[in-house]
């Protein structure tokens, strides 16, 4: 067997490669091949992203005890499949403390976002201190930024979809704030101010909603309320420590969040009724798509379907023509999956 790549980010891993180290494992589920063997659907994670697994039949791993939202140690080979990276898990187990001193770091093991906090923290900051020009809204955003900035930074924007990393909520808020900037120069009909903070509180109920990364799983709350509603409930519980914070802007702010979803269906109790609900939607709307289509193309060329966008969507030049692939499939067979025998040395 090939001598494995130790402790390498996924986001460097080529095909052809044997690696070994240590992932958060997001995703594990047991399904059956054209023959009616068990295998894993598994999917590894780390800081620098993820990457789907399958452990076959002839992998230890399927008779090891592990589970997913926790740390794990593998081996495994990466194959490239239909033009997408993905790694035949020879082994698998939970890691350990003793593992530590073969690199086992858990801060590593997070997807997180790509860009600095400390920047993106400050870009926001400077937009909300330089160009939000009421006082009461600008102190609305202090307040607000007081209690829930930390939690803010860290916390994912989403358990799947979108931006569903450490910082992953930062980042969207972030570009969102900028583009809404953009928005607001070019349509002088919007209220600069109501578009900023509409940003800044649109998705906040996602730190009631979602707990924190690794684990990223809906609350109690988060389930029975959801974030539109616990956003609207911050927004409230904000303005309430202003003093004489106008209620018309607060109506006007509590319309913004309850209704940035932009159709009833799609969990907003209102729809869009002002023109800054207008544009927020459509600036939530399109970081969103385009965040799901980068993390695609992380990973794949050609047609793929992307389940949450409802359609085929083009990502590039394959390198050799393809039948098109859904978006986290789980494939029943590949032509590798049985062209060589599992790495079987152990792992501890």
Request: glycine share 6%.
């Amino acid at each position: 067997m090939p001598t494995p790549t130790k402790n390498r980010p996924i986001a460097t891993w080529e095909a052809g490669e044997t690696v070994q180290g240590f992932a958060y494992l997001k995703r594990k589920e047991v399904r059956q091949d054209r023959s009616g063997r068990d295998y894993l659907d598994l999917e590894l994670a780390d800081s620098t992203g993820s990457m789907l697994g399958r452990a076959w039949s002839d992998s230890s791993a399927l008779s090891t005890d592990f589970a997913a939202r926790g740390y794990v140690k593998f081996r495994g080979q990466v194959q490239s499949y239909r033009d997408q990276l993905q790694i035949k898990v020879d082994q698998c187990r939970p890691a350990t403390e003793a593992d530590r001193k073969d690199g086992f770091d858990e801060s590593k093991l997070v997807p997180s976002t790509k860009f600095d906090l400390d920047d993106l923290d400050r870009r926001l900051r400077a937009i909300l201190a330089n160009h939000v020009e009421r006082p009461a809204m600008r102190r609305l955003a202090e307040v607000a930024l007081a209690e829930h900035g930390a939690t803010l930074r860290v916390h994912p924007a989403a358990k799947g979809i979108h931006h569903a990393f450490r910082g992953g909520l930062l980042e969207h808020v972030v570009s969102m704030i900028e583009l809404a900037m953009k928005f607001a120069d070019h349509y002088p009909e919007l209220d600069r101010d109501l578009l900023l903070l509409g940003v800044l509180f649109h998705d906040l109920g996602k730190i009631r909603e979602l707990g924190a990364m690794p684990d990223n799983d809906y609350t109690p709350v988060g389930r029975l309320v959801g974030h539109v509603v616990l956003g609207r409930d911050l927004v409230r519980a904000a303005a309430a420590q202003v003093p004489d914070f106008p209620a018309d802007l607060l109506l006007q702010l509590e319309h913004l969040v309850l209704s940035h979803q932009g159709r009833k269906e799609f969990a907003s109790p209102v729809e869009p009724a002002t023109p800054e609900a207008f544009a927020l939607h459509a600036i939530d709307d399109i970081d969103s798509k385009l965040a799901v289509l980068r993390g695609l193309k992380e990973t794949g060329k050609g047609f793929v379907w992307a389940r949450s966008l409802e359609r085929f969507v083009w990502l590039g030049e394959a390198t050799e023509a393809t039948a098109p692939v859904e978006e986290g499939s789980a494939e029943a067979e590949t032509p590798e999956a049985s062209s060589a025998a599992p790495d079987q040395k152990p792992i501890w």
